[in-house]
């Protein structure tokens, strides 16, 4: 028999580990007649340490409909908690199971690219040449019936000794009964996490690669289009392989080029591709420097003199600010747990270089609402913004939070979405509203904030601020 232990992979399919566990990598690298397997999700108290309420939510669901899965296959999910270098040996011994370890999680692991000097890579350009001229690994295949220890075996086997041998409480295993958030510490999130599970992210994906994908390019910034695919919670849980998400992809570009679609329809497709070499660049960059999680990746010679003012980062946390575009993202964030990628990337400028926040500050915020936080995109997405990451915007980059709402959300549709204040308001007022005075402001909509900051001001601060960490003189 064999133990599967699930960790970022909360699906059946496309499992690479679960492949070779249960025998149903035939005719792949992977054949073997092992099997048949059992499927273990371990609630780890040092990793709960670090969740949030959204996460712990989202994560009930997606292995909510892992179990479902395994259900189907006349099999079972064990539940247990406690440290895995615990419980896992002891699970093991229950089972008499062998134990390895595969790569899954991305289609490149993060050894297998570097420079040609034999360096990780810190430049995405470069990186993507590689990883897209690289030869990428088929799905594999979902395990059988067979494939799996039924569940009647599993019930009996720790039902019979790893449960009922005591010991500390926490170690005890469950065959496919999940707590709840209240069992593990955490309360219902506010925010509406969306669905959970292989079923739901293939759906999600079979629309977009049906219709969206061919104007990605065109339409990914613009955040009321909704023209994204909004996998990454999908992803981050891996309750879709990303091996299946490429393969998909790459069947939707020979199709675009076989067809009447429109001319660039490979190009658009590749953009997307793009977002997916770039979530496996910003995994290696992590796995090669995983002090980036608190420290900066780029080192300022003097180091960032930050303002870190608490009232204002408060503001930026409540969507108060007065800046509709940023208002309106962390509102999305409070009561979608997600944000659009362009919005983010505003809403971080807006924190690092008007509010002069540290980025940690919007990292740890992000954390704890994000139902797609993961911890290398996530630190790649701040440090990008923030000036001090990999391939970041130039420190003298700084995005105007008025103009980027004006360009990418010219109607305020996902502005109105989210800011209620605003919403019986003309487009032309809430991208002046900077410009308003304050009894123009009192009477268009008298419940929405000024803004907290001036940016004109605050820009010219964050220049001096960036220089002065350069050891460069502000004045000049
Ligand atoms: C400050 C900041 C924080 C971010 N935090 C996260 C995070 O915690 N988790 C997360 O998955 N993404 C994060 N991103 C990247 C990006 O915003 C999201 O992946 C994207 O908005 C998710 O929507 P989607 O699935 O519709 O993306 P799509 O545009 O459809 O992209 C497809 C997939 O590619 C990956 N991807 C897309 N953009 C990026 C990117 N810039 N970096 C790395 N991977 C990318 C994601 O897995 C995504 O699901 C962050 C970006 C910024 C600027």
Avoid: C
């Amino acid at each position: 028999m064999e133990l599967f232990w699930h960790r970022r992979d909360l699906r059946v399919a496309d499992n690479v580990g679960l492949a070779a566990a249960t025998g149903a990598g035939a005719g792949t690298d992977d054949d073997t007649d092992r099997g048949p397997a059992a499927a273990v999700f371990v609630f780890d108290p040092d990793v709960l340490d670090h969740a949030s309420d959204v996460r712990v939510r989202r994560l009930l669901d997606g292995l909510a409909a892992l179990r479902d899965d395994y259900r189907e296959r006349g099999s079972d999910l064990l539940v247990a908690r406690g440290d895995p270098e615990t419980v896992l040996p002891r699970l093991a011994d229950v089972l008499d199971a062998e134990r390895e370890a595969h790569h899954d999680a991305v289609l490149h692991d993060p050894d297998a690219i570097r420079t040609n000097a034999g360096d990780p890579y810190s430049v995405y350009s470069y990186y993507w040449k590689k990883w897209t001229d690289r030869a990428k690994d088929d799905p594999r295949p979902a395990p059988t019936a067979e494939g799996l220890v039924d569940a009647d075996a599993l019930a009996a086997a720790v039902g019979s000794e790893a449960r009922a041998d005591g010991g500390d409480p926490v170690d005890r295993v469950a065959v496919g009964d999940l707590p709840t958030p209240a069992d593990l510490g955490f309360a219902e999130p506010d925010a509406a996490v969306g669905p959970a599970g292989t079923a739901a992210a293939r759906e999600r994906l079979d629309g977009f690669l049906d219709e969206a994908v061919f104007a990605y390019e065109a339409e990914r910034d613009y955040p009321a289009s909704e023209s994204t695919s909004r996998l990454s919670a999908f992803l981050r849980y891996g309750e879709i392989g990303v091996r299946e998400a490429y393969a998909a992809t790459a069947d939707a570009m020979s199709e675009a080029g076989s067809d009447a679609r429109s001319d660039d329809a490979p190009e658009q497709v590749e953009e997307f591709q793009q977002q997916l070499a770039w979530r496996e660049f910003y995994t290696q960059v992590l796995f090669h420097n995983p002090e980036v999680v608190t420290e900066n990746y780029k080192a300022y010679e003097e180091g960032i003199e930050w303002r870190d003012d608490p009232e204002e980062i408060a503001a930026w946390k409540r969507g108060e600010t007065g800046y509709p575009i940023v208002d309106a993202g962390m509102r999305q964030l409070r009561e979608k747990a997600f944000m659009h990628n362009r919005v983010r990337m505003i809403v971080a400028s807006f924190l690092t270089k008007d509010l002069l926040a540290d980025w940690r500050h919007g990292y740890d915020h992000f954390r704890e609402k994000l139902a797609d936080h993961d911890t290398a995109n996530d630190n790649g997405g701040w440090q990008w913004a923030a000036s001090t990451g990999t391939d970041a915007q130039p420190y003298f980059r700084i995005f105007n939070p008025m103009t980027q709402g004006e360009r990418y959300d010219p109607d305020a549709e996902y502005i109105k979405e989210h800011v209620p204040e605003l919403r019986d308001l003309d487009p032309d007022l809430i991208h002046e509203w900077h410009e308003l005075s304050p009894t123009q402001r009192a009477n268009a909509a008298p419940d929405y904030p000024a803004p907290i900051v001036d940016h004109s001001e605050r820009r010219e601060a964050a220049l001096a601020m960036y220089k002065r960490a350069r050891g460069e003189d502000p004045e000049e």
